[in-house]
């Protein structure tokens, strides 16, 4: 009955009543998951390509890896799939990638959800800041179902998507990098394994929100915000003989230089 009610109102909102989805990858899961919980059912279409219903979906999603989009969106199309928006999820690629949907009708679009999907049965993409880029009737439908999952939609040139995914990678890769290089470090400073990796994750974690609460500058921590030379000097000596870890913060040392407008130097300069 619940359901029914919010599949209603979806309606009402010009929002899909069915969604197909071709691929089962980390962030395709997530929507779905997103999707079911805003009334909307989900329908996976099978790896073979399975029989195309009778009639058009409202809305077709991809979420195969990059590379797969195009070959993918061929052969949907020519077993005779139809969608009347055809999106996909990839960061990177322009709505374009997904062109052979255009000789069916169909509007064609990208929808990104910036979040680090690691495939646990809880993650969704509701509540996240959602790229969207495509024509006209295709970006507007995506910008409906992204607030309707209580995402953040926001539009993006499809020049700068490589900027854009390039910079989301940093943040995330970057960020997992960054602690399992400190938690190897930290094991050989003496601190138990077991209490290593969560804890620095959880260190990570606080940081970020920091920055999240009070902006940046503000939220930076540590002795390069303080301006002590002195344990910066102590940390390059102590990081001589972990070259991994030490090239890692010359570098995050130097981009936070960069970004308080200062020099990027060495930072026990």
């Known amino acids: 009955m619940v359901a029914r009610a919010r599949i209603g109102a979806a309606d009402a909102a010009g929002l899909p009543r069915r969604v197909a989805i071709r691929g089962k990858g980390r962030a395709g899961r997530a929507l779905a998951r997103a999707l079911a919980e805003a009334g909307i059912r989900v329908f996976w279409i099978p790896r073979a390509g399975g029989r195309p219903p009778t009639r058009p979906e409202d809305l077709l999603v991809l979420a195969v890896p990059d590379d797969r989009i195009a070959p993918e969106s061929e052969r949907l199309a020519a077993r005779g799939w139809r969608s009347r928006v055809v999106m996909h999820l990839s960061g990177a690629l322009p709505a374009e990638a997904a062109a052979a949907w255009r000789k ?3 509007s064609v679009v990208s929808f990104h959800p910036l979040g680090s999907f690691a495939g646990h049965p809880a993650e969704t993409a509701a509540g996240h800041a959602i790229a969207i880029e495509g024509d006209r009737p295709g970006a507007a439908s995506a910008s409906r179902l992204a607030r309707a999952i209580g995402a953040r939609p926001w539009r993006i040139a499809p020049d700068r998507k490589a900027l854009y995914h390039a910079a ?3 943040a995330a890769g970057g960020t997992a990098a960054v602690v399992a290089q400190a938690a190897r470090a ?5 601190m138990p394994p077991e209490i290593a990796v969560r ?4 260190l990570a974690e606080e940081a970020a929100r920091n920055v999240r609460r009070r902006g940046f500058p503000a939220g930076l921590t540590g002795p390069l ?3 002590d030379s002195g344990t910066l000097r102590l940390h390059r000596r102590a990081l001589a003989g972990r070259p991994a870890l030490a090239a890692l913060y010359r570098a995050l040392a130097a981009a936070a230089r960069d970004a308080l407008g200062r020099a990027p130097r060495d930072p026990a300069r």
């Open 199 to 202: 804890a620095f994750a959880s």
């Open 225 to 227: 915000a303080r301006g």
């Open 168 to 170: 989301a990678a940093a």
């Open 186 to 190: 930290a094991r050989a400073a003496g």
């Open 104 to 106: 069916t009708g169909a």
